[in-house]
């Protein structure tokens, strides 16, 4: 069992509840020693004074805030004198409707559990009121020698409350000032825009996060693994040349037929340069065969989730770490020993 990062008292209004916060998440990337080439000698970063090139002690080693012209010394035990108190409680200062923090306030989540069974009600009261209200509650607290800004909220699902800390206001940069060429207000037809929103009707898809993997952190780990055993690993393909710019209306069309055309018809989806050159429908292609070399055919077609969600009906096991082919791969082994069967 996780131990506490911190443990105080939640209040609102007149109520107090003995809470722990707990990390909710893990950082799985792959670390690195520096070592020298050729030999097994470690890399160290020491403190070096850049004008003398001489090391220095960490007792010796102030603080400086350039101004410009000079530097402000402070010393390391006058930022503790300033520094403000470990909080006892969370506050909640007010509740505020969800859907206007705006995601990029967002910033870490911890875990909020009850810090006893006997307050298992109280939370468990709290927890269901937020989610039938939508409702976030906005305190601030201290914690390791900085003030957070946080919101509480519930995950309905799991029946548990979490706490997101939040960047401050004024951490926020102005996209306007930092994304080049945005285009403001642009008049898009009625026909366009139905377009792209059946575009992303064909490609709705349910939020599976297990689904989705770090591929390059498994291909990281191959590579150890391989050079470990004394063998080799082939290269990543080069990614592909973006395409060149196409009609907007055309471009769409074909990708909703694209999107389509696995999952919903029969028809072979037409290329955009194939409907420009004879502004014809492509015909329909033929009935496919059928048999293992179909079904292997119609399962690559798929995406990545929706595979994810017919391995999970069939009750492939290690299905979270395949990748595409290793799941379609899988469903077709385990179609063909039901036939079999």
Do not use: C
């Amino acid at each position: 069992m996780a131990r506490p990062v911190w443990t105080g008292v939640l209040g609102f209004g007149l109520v107090s509840l003995p809470v722990g916060l707990y990390t909710a998440t893990d950082s799985h990337t792959i670390h690195f020693h520096q070592l020298q080439r050729g030999t097994a000698d470690r890399i160290r970063n020491r403190r070096v004074n850049e004008r003398t090139g001489d090391e220095v002690d960490l007792a010796d080693i102030v603080k400086g805030y350039d101004t410009g012209g000079e530097y402000v010394i402070v010393e390391p035990q006058e930022l503790d004198e300033i520094a403000p108190g470990r909080s006892r409680s969370i506050d909640v200062a007010g509740f505020v409707d969800l859907d206007t923090v705006d995601p990029v306030f967002f910033d870490k989540t911890y875990f909020l559990g009850p810090r006893g069974a006997q307050y298992g009600k109280p939370y468990a009261l709290l927890e269901r009121a937020l989610a039938e209200s939508n409702k976030a509650g906005i305190a601030t607290f201290v914690m390791r020698g900085r003030e957070y800004l946080v919101a509480l909220k519930a995950e309905e699902a799991e029946g548990l409350l979490t706490l997101h800390t939040l960047h401050w206001a004024d951490e926020l940069r102005d996209p306007h000032a930092e994304v080049p060429d945005l285009p403001g207000k642009v008049e898009a037809t009625a026909a366009e825009v139905k377009m792209a929103m059946q575009l992303i009707d064909a490609l709705a898809m349910e939020w599976e996060p297990k689904a989705f993997h770090d591929s390059f952190r498994e291909k990281v780990e191959a590579l150890v693994k391989a050079k470990a055993a004394g063998e080799t690993v082939e290269k990543a393909e080069p990614a592909a040349d973006p395409t060149g710019a196409v009609d907007l209306m055309e471009a769409l069309r074909a990708s909703v037929e694209r999107a389509r055309s696995p999952k919903n018809t029969g028809e072979m989806a037409a290329s955009p340069g194939a409907r420009a050159a004879g502004g014809k429908k492509a015909p329909a292609a033929k009935k496919r065969a059928s048999g293992p070399a179909a079904k292997g055919r119609e399962l690559a077609a798929l995406t990545k989730a929706e595979l994810y969600e017919k391995a999970a009906a069939a009750g492939i096991p290690g299905r979270s770490s395949m990748n595409h082919d290793q799941l379609a791969d899988a469903l077709a082994h385990t179609g063909r020993a039901r036939r079999k069967a």
